[in-house]
T-cell receptor, first 118, second 114 residues
């Protein structure tokens, strides 16, 4: 059983650029969530995808968007990067047991992608 | 809406001493509760969780946490810490019956000294 993987490990961009971060879910999981962890803070929920549809969204602007693919891997896209977007981006996968992403199952986190915006 | 408060940003402790990391939450509905640990330059690992049933939950590496509904707390304890327990610890809640979005506290840095 493979765990959650993320790529790249580190990334440096400049203001105004666009970035795509990737995540491979743990085998058998159908739900992926993305979190932003600024330095010295707890992770904040960006959005969740269940069966290729956005299932919930936190307080992030529309320039944060995502995709989930049929194999349940996922992408986080951020347009028009701002300095405050510098953070560790965490992907977490889980298994929704019933309904639309309703689950008590544990979320398993990847190692994260460290994004620096200059 | 739910929120989580971790009362201590840093907790220094000597090796083999007991430790308690405090977590309080606010919610108008019942919640699930979690503790995650983050080692330097790594992602989050689940330490333990409370969904229902016994209010005392334990992890495989000696940590335990007790759900106290009246005090809306979920404090994490370990009777004897090791150097290897040095890490950032996050308390989190999610709402039963909905998509399992986790709401995290700001974290507590546990520093174990020899």
């Amino acid at each position: 059983e493979t765990g959650v993987t993320q790529s790249p490990t580190h990334l440096i961009k400049t203001r105004g650029q666009q970035v795509t971060l990737r995540c491979s879910s743990q085998s058998g999981h159908n739900t992926v969530s993305w979190y932003q962890q600024a330095l010295g803070q707890g992770p904040q929920f960006i959005f969740q995808y269940y069966r290729e549809e956005e299932n919930g969204r936190g307080n992030f602007p529309p320039r944060f968007s995502g995709l989930q693919f049929p194999n349940y891997s996922s992408e986080l896209n951020v347009n028009a990067l701002e300095l405050d977007d510098s953070a560790l981006y965490l992907c977490a996968s889980s298994l929704a047991a019933a309904g639309k992403g309703i689950s008590t199952d544990t979320q398993y986190f990847g190692p994260g992608t460290r994004l620096t915006v200059l | 809406a739910q929120s989580v408060t971790q009362l201590d940003s840093q907790v220094p402790v000597f090796e083999e001493a007991p430790v308690e990391l405090r977590c309080n939450y606010s919610s108008s509905v019942s919640v699930y509760l979690f503790w995650y640990v983050q080692y330097p330059n790594q992602g989050l690992q689940l330490l333990l969780k409370y969904l229902s049933g016994s209010t005392l939950v334990e992890s495989i590496n000696g940590f335990e946490a007790e759900f106290n509904k009246s005090q809306t707390s979920f404090h994490l304890r370990k009777p004897s810490v090791h150097i290897s327990d040095t890490a950032e610890y996050f308390c989190a809640v999610s709402r039963p019956g909905g998509y399992n979005k986790l709401i995290f506290g700001a974290g507590t840095r546990l520093a174990v000294h020899p």
